[in-house]
């Protein structure tokens, strides 16, 4: 029993953190309000799109789009307007340019 609450413990919030992204139609249905920046400098958050969901663990900006919000980790709505929006992100070519620019909004992916 001690095992098995020890390995519950240590291991979920390692799962806690993947990033399972869906994208809603409305506004009052996301966790997330986000802006699609045209730079990596003005971004907040520089993020990957990766092809499989296990390659999407940790907060470190490769996201995986699921098709079902019952699957998503984060429920995400793009805005029109940075001022709008909880995070400005910038999507990169490659897996190892994605990352946070302001890890003081990193907690709205927990």
């Known amino acids: 029993?001690?095992?098995t609450i020890l390995?519950?413990?240590?291991?979920?919030?390692?799962a806690i953190l993947s990033q399972k992204i869906f994208s809603v139609d409305y506004s009052s249905q996301a966790d997330v309000k986000v802006y699609v920046v045209d730079y990596s400098s003005?971004?907040?958050?520089?993020?990957?799109?990766?092809?499989?969901?296990s390659q999407a663990s940790g907060n470190e900006?490769?996201?995986?789009?699921?098709?079902?919000?019952?699957?998503?980790?984060?429920?995400?709505?793009?805005?029109?307007?940075?001022?709008?929006?909880?995070i400005k992100i910038h999507f990169v070519d490659y897996s190892s340019q994605s990352g946070w620019r302001d890890k003081s909004k990193k907690h709205l992916f927990y």
Do not use: R, T
């Open 42 to 53: 003005q971004a907040d958050l520089n993020v990957f799109k990766v092809d499989y969901s």
């Open 61 to 86: 900006g490769n996201w995986f789009f699921v098709d079902y919000s019952s699957q998503a980790d984060v429920k995400v709505f793009f805005v029109d307007y940075s001022s709008q929006a909880d």
């Open 7 to 14: 390995i519950f413990i240590f291991f979920v919030p390692f």
């Open 1 to 3: 029993m001690k095992k």
